[in-house]
């Protein structure tokens, strides 16, 4: 299994950007599917994106898609969330995922997460 580390979270204004980052430890990162979940309160963790371990294709769930981008950097194990035009319902803990079943929501290793707060 990879270790990974989030930050980057914290409070924005609706409207606003914040760019995740989570590093993984291991000499094995560029061979993982790797993904962001995010599980605000009250609520079951869901899936956010995700990318191929070349780069190569992303997902993302329809609640993001086109004001979130995932992307990776092999030679630096880190794996990047640019989320833009943040809303107050994207208000949640932030969690990395790595595995090759992390579109499935069945990864096997995760973050201990960064909270995004969006203020309205």
């Known amino acids: 299994q990879v270790q990974l580390v989030e930050s980057g979270g914290g409070l924005v204004q609706a409207g606003g950007s914040l760019r995740l980052s989570c590093a993984a430890s291991?000499?094995?990162?560029?061979?993982?599917?790797m993904g962001w979940f995010r599980q605000a309160p009250g609520k079951e963790r869901e899936f956010v994106a995700a990318?191929?371990?070349?780069?190569?294709?992303?997902y993302y769930a329809d609640s993001v898609k086109g004001r979130v981008t995932i992307s990776r950097e092999n030679g630096k194990n880190t794996v990047y969330l640019q989320m833009n035009s943040l809303k107050p319902e994207d208000t949640a803990v932030y969690h990395c995922?790595?595995?090759?079943?992390?579109?499935?929501?069945?990864?096997?290793?995760w973050g201990q997460g960064t909270q995004v707060t969006v203020s309205s």
């Open positions: 291991g000499r094995t990162f560029s061979l993982y599917t």
């Open positions: 995922a790595a595995g090759p079943l992390v579109v499935d929501g069945r990864p096997d290793s």
């Open positions: 990318i191929a371990s070349s780069g190569g294709i992303t």
